[in-house]
């Protein structure tokens, strides 16, 4: 009993370096570096409007979702202030600003006003429909963007607390910034759209922080139980290995279809 409880000391002491490394995992993950936003992000397409408005199509399809995502890792808490946390996570999704945020947009040129009380899922459609996307594309999911969803939602809702926040925050919230950046890189370049129509990506760029920081918080609050750690290193590759696959099917239906259609 004392050689186990001296190694779990061990490891507690070395808990923001174990955190720290599945921090770094997720940055480096093939979902952060895909092709398909490598090449979104240098305009590597043969036609990348084209390609843009697909990933439109298909991404909300798992978009949609984010709040019942969150709702399915709020019903694993066993924590009261863990709870509240992601409850305020919740609000922000509903497009509730705080007063940090505001002056955030503020300082790059973005009315505060515009964003405020409007939904996330809502700004997403507002990009949709500025890329041409009809109300019906938007009916169903793709079927990947389906698997996707179904896959994780109910991952969260049957996981253990630890890996349901190491799949929504480590391989989620901690990765939007890296991987929107490089969308919101092509989009602009791609110079058809004006900025109130794309600023979702920019908003989730700027003002997306504090999500990331509750959702570390409370990851190192359940590392300290016995597992801890294991239990997020497992949410958290899982989270990435769906990403992942779900960017294998859009690169391959943009590549097939831009054959199919050539100039």
């Not at 996307?133 to 938007?138: G, K, Q, S």
């Not at 009916?139 to 349901?164: D, G, I, K, N």
């Not at 990331?212 to 989270?239: F, N, V, W």
């Not at 696959?245 to 100039?263: G, H, K, M, S, V």
Request: glycine share 6%; hydrophobic share 40%; proline share 4%.
């Amino acid at each position: 009993m004392t050689t186990i409880s001296t190694a779990f000391q061990t490891s507690l002491d070395n808990l923001d370096d174990q955190i720290q490394e599945l921090v770094n995992e997720s940055l480096t993950h093939p979902a952060v570096r895909h092709p398909f936003l490598t090449r979104i992000a240098a305009c590597g397409f043969r036609d990348n409007v084209a390609a843009l408005r697909q990933y439109a199509v298909e991404y909300s399809g798992y978009a949609q979702w984010f709040p019942r995502y969150l709702k399915g890792v709020i019903s694993r808490l066993e924590r009261d202030d863990h709870r509240e946390l992601l409850s305020h996570n919740l609000e922000e999704e509903q497009g509730l600003l705080g007063e940090d945020d505001r002056a955030e947009l503020r300082k790059v040129g973005i009315n505060p006003d515009s964003v405020q009380n409007v939904a996330h899922p809502l700004l997403y459609r507002r990009f949709c429909d500025a890329m041409g996307v009809r109300t019906e594309e938007l009916a169903e999911p793709s079927r990947a963007a389906a698997r996707w969803r179904t896959r994780f939602l109910y991952f969260l809702e049957h996981a253990t607390p630890a890996q349901a926040v190491g799949a929504l925050g480590l391989g989620t919230e901690h990765i939007v910034k890296p991987v929107y950046k490089q969308l919101l890189k092509g989009i602009i370049a791609m110079g058809v759209l004006r900025r109130d129509e794309f600023v979702f990506f920019e908003l989730h760029c700027l003002v997306d922080d504090q999500h990331q920081k509750d959702l570390l918080e409370i990851a190192r609050d359940l590392a300290r139980a016995p597992g801890g750690i294991e239990e997020l290193r497992s949410g958290m590759r899982t989270a990435l290995q769906m990403r992942n696959e779900f960017w294998d099917d859009l690169y391959r239906n943009i590549l097939d279809n831009q054959l199919a259609n050539p100039a």
